[in-house]
């Protein structure tokens, strides 16, 4: 097993309303840029009081950079390339949203880890 050298990190933890009876929606967001050349997006939510099948829309000042499907009230996406133009160009400060249909549900702010 060989240890990468992660050349930057951006992380957003994102937190919505609290949900009364229920736990509030939560989620992370995690962008990473190896030495190797590797990129990676990973996204979980969780919590979310949605249907089955709904799909989370990520948005990154008002971009989108990924679909979540969502089973259970959570969500998970993971990818890696080594192709640099698959992921979005994410920064700090940058404001992170998730939407269900036209329904605000989770926010966040990127930072450098």
Known sequence: M????????????????????????????????YGDGGERLKIWL????????????????????????IHDRAGRIDTESRDPNDFPNLQADQSIEVHVGNVLILTGKLYKD
């Open 46 to 69: 969780r919590n979310l009081k949605v249907p089955d099948n709904s799909i989370a829309v990520v948005t990154a000042g008002g971009m989108e950079i990924a679909e979540v499907p």
């Open 2 to 33: 060989s240890i990468r050298s992660i050349r930057y990190e951006l992380e957003a933890k994102l937190e919505g309303r609290t949900g009364g009876l229920f736990s509030k929606p939560i989620g992370k967001l995690e962008r990473k840029s």
